[in-house]
């Protein structure tokens, strides 16, 4: 019964920008860690950015200063704004909720994003 649905992927020239929305529901939203994770072609998957319960986030090396992950508790969604974006960039991308007491998690659907030259 839990179900993280997102929405807000495609096709976007590199320099654009996108914003995934991830929204969750059997789950008691606002105690979970939100995350998105994405995985390219041919690598491993791979965080993007995380937000805590707190409103704490963390990024990857390679989006910061570029993505930016929020949420909003009173939705159960979750978002990532991706602006500046590149061909590397290029990706499905998963939204993920995570608590650890106790440890859990659950995934969406997973979205494409595709950034071309």
């Known amino acids: 019964q839990v179900q993280l649905v997102e929405s ?63 949420r909003d508790n009173a939705k159960n969604t979750v978002y990532l704004q991706m602006n500046s974006l590149k061909p590397e960039d290029t990706a499905v991308y998963n939204c993920n909720a995570q608590i650890r007491l106790p440890p859990k998690g659950y995934w969406g659907q997973g979205t494409q994003v595709t950034v071309s030259s």
């Not at 529901?25 to 072609?41: D, E």
């Open 8 to 70: 807000g992927g495609g096709l976007v020239q590199a320099g654009g920008s996108l914003r995934l929305s991830c929204a969750a529901s059997g789950i008691i939203f606002r105690l979970y860690t939100m995350g998105w994770y994405r995985q390219a072609p041919g690598k491993q998957r791979e965080l993007v950015a995380a937000i805590t319960s707190g409103g704490s986030t963390n990024y990857a090396d390679s989006v910061k200063g570029r993505f930016t992950i929020s």
